[in-house]
């Protein structure tokens, strides 16, 4: 069964700092997709990345950087230089991609991240 | 500016009575999800739709109701049923589920019942 865990409830750093959000998965497919979501107060989920389990690359956006490891079967996402506009709950999800069957997001429970001024 | 709408932004009920919330997209999108949140809660799916006049129930289904008329349209009703419908409710579409795509996501309803 697919499962997502983000262990870090909540998070607060100061600004500039560098943060760290962790995510775990579980799925017993070879081919899935991953991906990291923002929940700013607004309430809108903002897409961030999509990675699928063929690319281990790491990924830079910006501030944005995402580390992700098969070996441990982990997506961690890192924001460098915090921002107070960083602020928000952020989702990692998983779907598996599997043949004939309808895919769908699992959702981890989401870290609340506190940029303070 | 393509996206999805979702209306109200707040709905207020009486217990006992049902209620829709609006969900429209104009992305062209051929698959579209209801997911419901809850405070501290990651997002737990409903009902989602990959093509028009078709849809399958998610994890939560029980006390919801959904229909799928038109491409751009796939509104959600609340019943009575649902023992405990207070919740944010956000809606979401994808190209397609043919491949895992990703989902992008309108602004949310907060629906309160009373």
């Known amino acids: 069964a697919q499962k997502v865990t983000q262990a870090q409830t909540e998070i607060s750093v100061v600004e500039k700092e560098d943060v760290t959000l962790d995510c775990v998965y579980e799925?017993?497919?070879?081919?899935?997709?991953l991906f990291w979501y923002k929940q700013p107060p607004s309430g809108e989920l903002v897409f961030l990345i999509r990675?699928?389990?063929?690319?281990?690359q790491n990924e830079i956006s910006g501030r944005y950087s995402w580390n992700f490891q098969k070996s441990t079967s982990s997506f961690n996402f890192t924001i460098t230089a915090s921002q107070v506009v960083d602020s928000a709950v952020y989702f990692c999800?998983?779907?598996?991609?599997?043949?004939?069957?309808?895919?769908?997001?699992?959702f981890g429970k989401g870290t609340r991240l506190h940029i303070l001024p | 500016d393509g996206g999805i709408t979702q209306s109200p932004k707040y709905l207020f009920r009486k217990e006992g009575q049902n209620v829709t919330l609006s969900c429209e997209q104009n992305?062209?999108?051929?698959?579209m999800y209801w997911y419901r949140q809850d405070p501290g809660q990651g997002l737990r799916l409903i009902y989602y739709?990959?093509?028009?006049?078709?849809?399958q129930k998610g994890d939560i289904a029980e006390g919801y109701s959904v229909s799928r008329e038109k491409k751009e349209s796939f509104p959600l009703t609340v019943t009575s049923a649902q023992k405990n419908p207070t919740a944010f409710y956000l809606c979401?579409?994808?190209?397609?589920?043919?491949?895992?795509?990703?989902?992008?996501f309108g602004p949310g309803t907060r629906l309160t019942v009373l």
């Open positions: 799925t017993r497919d070879t081919t899935y997709y």
């Open positions: 979401a579409s994808s190209i397609s589920t043919s491949t895992p795509d990703t989902q992008y």
């Open positions: 990675r699928n389990s063929f690319d281990e």
């Open positions: 992305l062209n999108h051929d698959a």
């Open positions: 739709s990959q093509i028009v006049n078709d849809f």
């Open positions: 999800a998983l779907s598996e991609a599997r043949r004939g069957r309808d895919d769908k997001i699992i």
